[in-house]
């Protein structure tokens, strides 16, 4: 029963296709938006509960769909952070087809539970395209050119990715003659990585890269958080990222444990990791730095995807089981606070007709509990204590550098060092954005003086990840705690 | 814990004179007037205290900083006691003066009980740390009666003021710092008994060995700081800049104050810090302090000469007053002989500071009288002729007066006697140049006499009325003070002589 | 009663007045004094239980937080926290009743005034180091919203410039904290284990000077100071008071408590030049002070000036040296409150210039007696002279030094001159001017009003019994010098 989520999802999928249809149909009316997102919400929720279906016990190999820690709670928690973003409802006029939205919605969700929970290149490549492929058209729905600039422009590199993905795998699989993980490392573990082996990594690097809009392939992102609907954004930004981050921690904790080599300074050894400690470094740079310079809300947390990228590449290239955890713990949180964020960027252009920064003006005069929240997401994301961002980015710093540092070695206190200073750049950026939502007064020629009040789902996005950010930070352990059993569970000592 | 009494009573006063709201000029004035009777009570019975090995009263030690020798220390002997007593008369007779002349306020008053209390601790303070606290909290209450209260110069002379004096004793600081870190203590009486043992120009050599110079070196050095501090206060030519100005300037209770104690503080340090910790180079030092003293009294008394403004006037004459005082002390370092000679010296310096106090009291409360009565004219040739109007006033001015100047019989003799007695057994030479100060001394006094009392009067003076009831007895009492000690020198000479001797035995053991 | 309770009051007292009712707005300042007394007397109250028994083990509250990464709850007050700790409650409550007349959005105001103090409270509490960075940087946002909200002269660029110069010091900080912990094994962020771990020499030499100027930063060292006058004078009277009352203290804090024992060897190699920048402060300070024309831009370098002492106390590193700086770090708390409320909200609420000329012409010794006394004796405070905290400190300063560093006593000893020259320069020209009698007099002024009184005695009260009677507090400093932590510091040559 290891697929009982994704089947729960594909049939509510399928039901919400036949009832919009019918209704429309029937009525000639659109499907209602209220409706879409109830029937989807029920059907993540019975997605979650499905989780708890024991799985069962498969004989031979389970590699392709994998049951263990990580594959459980990541799924759970995907399937929390889609909730979250389904939440966000489009605006009126933005998408015409409710229903086939909302089941694309449901597919591409199913796509990033089927790729966290697999141990098999193969089988990785096909959920991250079914999820891809339901992304780039959720990105172009709206009838407006920068929707369709978005769509487009995610689709080719999306494209590109993905060729580059599968033809590093097949140069995996001309290596090690198998395309399972746990069967990689153990070719690799046989002696020195050959030359075939280092050249498909590289490459399915490369294309994970450009799935988590890491610098310098990141050029997708601005214009797809700028022009696709919100709902889409949350879920690129939020879940798929999540999704992501546990592909790179089985593909290189699991497969390439033994050839990652050493970031260090002064301590260099050939490896992965380095490459990710320099995809690492170019992320962090380029996305805060050009996050300065952003007037448009959208762009600027599409920069600062960039840069939180960057900060989860820390973790991870120090190939460390600790570290793994602490940045799947960031991802979340990060996941959250993003989601949070564009809830609320979707609200005032709700409310004001645009997502510049400028329109954020007097938010908290107009409504509190918008200001409130989106203040909770920006110091979590700025790393603010006691929000979770902030310890996200402090558990990461400091695994990176117990995993790697010792006596006099420094270890990666340099990507730490240049993580933590960009870190604190980033504040500037952020609150930029608080800064016109709490110091400044709205224009005078501005609508109404308060807000109006959001629909309930909207709400509970707003709500939720704020409540969680402040619970997480104040109580890290609830989340890390299993996490840490997770990676365990799945990565073994 | 007589002593901390003493030292709170008139902090006590200020606060509850900053907590009554309600209260005018005329009402903060005799409210104060009448509180400082209180330390006066206090100081009274301290005095009928027995004396234990001179002593009379000790507040036990309070720690100041641990662990560094560094405690609250206050005794009280013969000398601090005299001066304590001073200190409540003066305080007295300037609260007094204010009431006279319509001066008064909260915020005044209580300045003048808090620098009160600063100065008893000035007086009885046996440890550097207590005593420069107190010799410091003495500069900003002082600062703001002279700024706030005095006249158009007063910004100018109530800064110059406190700079000079701040800057001294910032000099003094750092000579006794370098004392603290080479021998360990700032204790008056532990600093005098290491000089005593010549212990100090070692310790210093030691801990300074990186300037290269020895240890008598470095010791005249902290010395010179030292007493650079003292002589801004006293005020020692050449660092008197910035005494005619503000005594001229300020309210003439508060120059009351200035002349009639806090140049008193210069005194006493002089006499009870300077002189026992450093014996060790004094004698190198005394001709210096000798020429210097010499110089206060004859520049201040040729001052006072080309003065027309009284307070001026009084304000040089009580530098020349003073330089016999510092002459004195600097005679005693002078050689390590005659402990009669020493012993006159020393005696005449203590009834000098005390008598110069009381006398230069009913001086300005004189001049305070004529200033408010003139609505602020005090140019010497603004009077005249007021003998035949005000013929109780012109007495007891002219009592004063020639007690200033010496007159067999008032206090003011005996202290100049036993000074000159001693100081030409000791220092001949300075003794014969100074008497040229006395002799100036007396014309400008007389002048001054003459100018306001005698002559023909000045047609705006016809209606003055003599002096008031409340005036009278004022002035009854200061002239008690005038006439007794000098007819019964003996009445102070009884405190400070077991002071006096066992100072003696610091400078010159006996061998 | 334990110290933690000076936390829990502020916090309470901030969620409170956030939780009142829109319309209650004056009883938010009642709210804020009554949290600032309960726990500047909790503070109290402890000091005085320390001092009766000395003997006592000190208090310790040690929980478990997030256990993955060695994280505890770590609380303990010995002598040198609860003075600080009564420091925080005195200047929170002169700064309550500096800001009694706050009447734009007072009930933010006053949370995030509770909300820094809190903060405070907890840095100086912390034994933990993560738990000491979080109130170190729950601190910032708050400073922030005051400075940006409530400020003048320049406030948005002053409170970015604070904010920003606070937040970077604080990345510097995280690195510093997760090397050590990395170095130590990474098992535990407790100071007390990173404090007894030993460090190879070559990572102490590299390692200590981040963490010190990450907290130096905070403390104003020169030329990192550049945030302090531009913030001090941009924000409200309160948050002045604050910022250099209190929150300057929290580096200084943190550079004795944390940096020095944690890496005591590399403080070896930096402490000639911790001590050689200290008195460049010290005289660039006091030099720059003499030249401002803006009364709150003189007291804004004079802190600069007074907490090189601080540091230059740091650097002698002995018993001397360490109680000068503990001692400083109090009377430059209490005094510079002082300054900062009369010159911040007396004057300028009166005459609305803080300009020395344009303040010539209200004669306010005459207008404003209580004013001009009052200033008079703090600016007595601020020269140091005998009788006032400055001077004990100080001089407590200067002695340690002289063991160390003879020569430079000299150029401090100029510093203190040119301190007291500017001093009175400020005092005379705002509160003394010169008049010709011609010049038309000046109008009447509203009398200090009664909040304004008590805040002033209350600090000049402190001032003078600390300079009078130190005892108390030395004991209280000594006490925390027993602590093991400063052991590896004081048995340095």
Request: hydrophobic residues 55%; proline residues 5%; charged residues 10%.
């Amino acid at each position: 029963m290891q697929l009982m989520p994704e089947a729960v999802l594909v049939v509510t999928a399928l039901v919400l296709l036949g009832m919009a249809v019918a209704y429309e149909s029937k009525t000639l009316k659109p499907f209602p938006v209220n409706s879409a997102i109830g029937i989807a919400t029920v059907g993540i929720l019975l997605a979650i509960a499905a989780l708890w279906c024991p799985p069962l016990k498969l004989n031979g190999d389970s590699s392709l769909i994998a049951s263990d820690g990580l594959a459980r709670l990541f799924k759970g928690l995907v399937l929390g952070l889609g909730l979250l973003a389904i939440c966000i409802p489009p605006a009126r006029r933005e998408i015409p087809q409710i229903g086939e939205y909302y089941a694309l919605m449901l597919f591409a969700l199913t796509g990033l539970l089927l790729a966290a929970g697999t141990n098999h290149l193969l089988f990785l490549f096909v959920a991250l395209e079914l999820a891809s492929l339901s992304l780039y058209l959720l990105a172009g729905f709206p009838r407006t050119a920068k929707a369709s600039e978005a769509s487009l422009k995610y689709f080719l590199f999306g494209g590109v990715s993905a060729a580059f993905m599968l033809f590093g795998m097949s140069f995996l699989y001309g290596f090690a003659h198998t395309a399972k993980l746990t069967e990689i490392a153990t070719a690799l573990a046989v002696g020195p990585p050959s030359a075939l082996a280092i050249a498909g990594l590289l490459m399915v690097l490369v294309g994970l890269a450009f799935k988590m809009a890491a610098a310098p392939f990141h050029y997708w992102a601005p214009d797809v958080y700028q022009g696709a609907p919100a709902t889409t954004v949350a879920l690129v930004s939020a879940a798929s990222k999540a999704v992501g981050m546990v592909v790179l921690v089985r593909l290189l904790l699991i497969g390439f444990h033994s050839a990652g080599g050493s970031a260090s300074w002064g301590g260099m050894l050939p490896g992965w990791t380095i490459w990710l400690a320099i995809l690492s470094a170019v992320s962090i740079l380029f996305g805060n730095l050009l996050a300065l310079a952003q007037t448009s809300m959208r762009r600027l947390l599409a920069y600062s995807a960039v840069a939180n990228t960057g900060y989860l590449l820390v973790a991870l290239a120090a190939n460390g089981r600790d570290a793994a955890g602490s940045a799947l713990f960031y991802v979340i949180v990060y996941g959250l606070a993003t989601l949070g964020a564009l809830a609320v960027t979707a609200a005032v252009e709700r409310d004001r007709g645009n997502d510049s920064i400028s329109s954020f003006a007097g938010l908290v005069k107009r409504s509190p509990f918008q200001a409130v929240s989106l203040l909770v997401f920006l110091t979590s994301l700025a790393g603010i204590p006691p929000l979770a961002g902030f310890f996200g980015k402090f558990a990461m710093f400091s695994t990176a550098m117990a995993a790697t540092a010792s006596g006099e070695k420094s270890g990666l206190a340099w990507l730490v060092g240049l993580g933590a200073i960009m870190s604190a750049v980033s504040l500037y950026y952020y609150l930029s954005v608080l800064k016109q939502a709490y110091v400044k007064d709205a224009a005078e020629d501005s609508v109404s003086s308060s807000a109006p009040c959001l629909p309930v789902f909207h709400a509970l996005s707003v709500a939720i990840p704020a409540v969680l950010l402040v619970l997480l930070g104040l109580f890290p352990s609830i989340l890390l705690a299993p996490i840490s059993k997770a990676v365990i569970d799945s990565l073994g000592l | 814990m007589l002593i901390l009494l003493l030292i709170i009573l008139p902090l006590f006063g200020a606060a509850m004179l900053a907590a009554w709201s309600g209260a005018d000029r005329t009402r903060s004035c005799r409210f104060a007037l009448g509180w400082s009777v209180l330390p006066l009570a206090c100081v009274a019975f301290i005095g009928t205290q027995d004396k234990i090995n001179g002593v009379m009263a000790e507040a036990p030690p309070l720690t100041w900083i641990p662990d560094a020798k560094m405690d609250l220390r206050f005794s009280i002997d013969g000398i601090s006691w005299l001066f304590l007593l001073l200190t409540c008369l003066v305080t007295l007779f300037s609260f007094a003066s204010s009431l006279a002349s319509g001066r008064g306020g909260r915020a005044y008053c209580g300045l003048i009980l808090v620098l009160q209390s600063a100065l008893f601790g000035v007086f009885t303070a046996r440890h550097f740390i207590p005593w420069f606290l107190c010799w410091e909290m003495t500069l900003i209450p002082s600062y703001l009666l002279i700024r706030l209260w005095g006249g158009h110069g007063a910004p100018r002379a109530a800064l110059r003021f406190f700079i000079m004096t701040l800057g001294g004793s910032a000099f003094m600081l750092v000579g006794f710092l370098a004392l603290q870190l080479s021998v360990g203590t700032m204790d008056f009486s532990e600093l005098a008994k290491l000089a005593s043992d010549h212990a100090l120009a070692g310790g210093l050599a030691k801990t300074f060995a990186a300037t290269g110079m020895t240890g008598s070196a470095l010791l005249t050095i902290v010395a010179l700081a030292v007493f650079l501090g003292l002589a801004v206060k006293v005020p020692v030519v050449p660092f008197h800049a910035w005494l005619p100005a503000a005594y001229a300037e300020a309210p003439t209770p508060v120059t009351m104050l200035l002349t009639g104690l806090l140049s008193k503080m210069g005194v006493y340090g002089l006499l009870r810090i300077f002189l026992p910790i450093f014996p060790e180079v004094l004698p190198s030092l005394a001709p210096l302090l000798t020429g210097l003293a010499v110089a206060t009294i004859l520049l201040g008394a040729m001052a006072a000469l080309a003065q027309t403004d009284l307070k001026r006037i009084l304000a040089y004459s009580s530098v020349n007053h003073l330089g016999y005082c510092v002459m004195a002390i600097a005679a005693s370092a002078a050689v390590h002989a005659d402990r009669g000679a020493l012993s006159a010296a020393l005696s005449g310096t203590v009834l000098q500071a005390i008598n110069h106090g009381v006398i230069a009291s009913a001086l300005f409360f004189g001049i305070g009288i004529l200033e408010s009565r003139s609505g602020g004219s005090r140019g010497l040739n603004d009077f005249g002729g007021l003998r035949a109007k005000t013929p109780v006033f012109c007495g007891v001015f002219g009592i004063a007066v020639f007690a200033s100047l010496g007159l067999p019989g008032l206090s003011g003799f005996i202290g100049e006697f036993l000074m000159f007695n001693g100081v030409f057994a000791l220092t001949p030479w300075a003794a014969a140049v100074s008497l040229i100060g006395l002799l100036l001394t007396a014309v400008f006094l007389l002048r001054m006499i003459r100018k306001i009392f005698h002559g023909p009067l000045k047609p705006n003076f016809a209606k003055w009325a003599d002096l008031s009831g409340t005036e009278r007895g004022w002035f009854a009492l200061a002239m008690a003070l005038i006439v007794i000690p000098g007819l019964w020198p003996q009445a102070l000479l009884h405190f400070t002589n077991p002071v006096i001797l066992n100072i003696l035995d610091l400078l010159s053991p006996i061998p | 009663m334990t110290p933690a309770w000076t936390i829990l009051t502020a916090f309470a007292g901030a969620l409170l007045v956030l939780l009142l009712p829109a319309r209650s707005a004056a009883f938010s300042r009642v709210v804020a004094l009554v949290a600032s007394i309960a726990g500047a007397l909790v503070a109290a109250v402890a000091c005085l239980e320390r001092l009766n028994h000395p003997d006592a083990p000190v208090w310790d509250l040690n929980l478990p937080w997030v256990p993955d990464l060695g994280i505890n709850f770590h609380l303990a007050a010995n002598g040198l926290s609860l003075t600080l700790l009564l420091l925080t409650g005195i200047v929170a409550i002169a700064g309550v009743l500096f800001s009694w007349n706050v009447s734009h959005r007072p009930r933010a105001f006053f949370a995030w005034f509770l909300t820094i103090i809190g903060g405070v409270y907890g840095v100086f509490l912390s034994r933990d180091a993560f738990l000491l960075f979080v109130c170190y940087e729950v601190v910032i946002l708050p400073k922030y919203m005051l400075i940006a909200i409530w400020g003048s002269t320049n406030k948005e660029y002053g409170a970015m410039k604070l904010t920003m110069y606070s937040i970077g010091a604080s990345a510097l900080i995280l690195i510093g904290i997760v090397v050590a912990y990395a170095a130590a094994g990474g098992k535990s962020f407790d100071l007390d284990y990173l404090a007894h771990a030993t460090y190879a020499p070559s990572l102490q030499f590299w390692a200590f000077p981040i963490l010190f100027l990450g907290f130096a930063v905070l403390a104003g060292m020169w030329p990192f100071h550049t945030w302090a006058p531009t913030g001090h004078v941009a924000a409200p009277t309160a948050a002045s008071m604050l910022l250099a009352g209190v929150v300057m203290k929290l580096g200084a804090y943190g550079a004795m408590c944390v940096a020095m024992p944690l890496f005591p060897q590399g403080f070896m190699e930096w402490r000639m030049v911790i001590a050689g920048l200290a008195v460049v402060g010290i005289i660039y300070g006091a030099l720059t002070a003499l030249t401002q024309k803006d009364l709150k831009f003189v007291i804004g370098y004079s802190s600069v000036s007074h907490m090189g002492f601080i540091l230059l106390g740091l650097a002698a590193a002995n018993q001397w040296g360490l109680r000068g700086a503990a001692l400083q770090m109090i009377s430059h708390g209490i005094i510079a409150g002082l300054l900062f409320g009369i010159a911040g909200r007396v004057v300028y609420e009166r005459t609305h210039t803080r300009d020395l000329t344009a303040l010539q012409a209200f004669d306010l010794w005459k207008t404003l007696p209580g004013a001009a006394v009052a200033f008079t004796l703090a600016t007595a405070a601020s020269m140091g002279l005998p009788g006032f905290s400055g001077f004990v400190a100080e001089i407590s300063v200067v002695i340690g030094l002289w063991n160390v560093y003879p020569w430079l006593t000299i150029p401090v000893a100029i510093g203190i001159i040119i301190t007291g020259a500017f001093s009175l320069r400020a005092m005379i020209r705002a509160f003394f001017p010169e008049r010709k009698s011609t010049d038309a007099p000046a109008e009447k002024m509203p009398p200090l009003t009664r909040p304004e009184i008590s805040a002033i005695a209350l600090l000049l009260v402190v001032s003078l019994a600390i300079g009078i009677y130190p005892k108390p507090w030395v004991v209280l400093i000594d006490d925390g010098l027993r602590s093991p932590l400063f052991q590896s510091i004081l048995s340095l040559p």
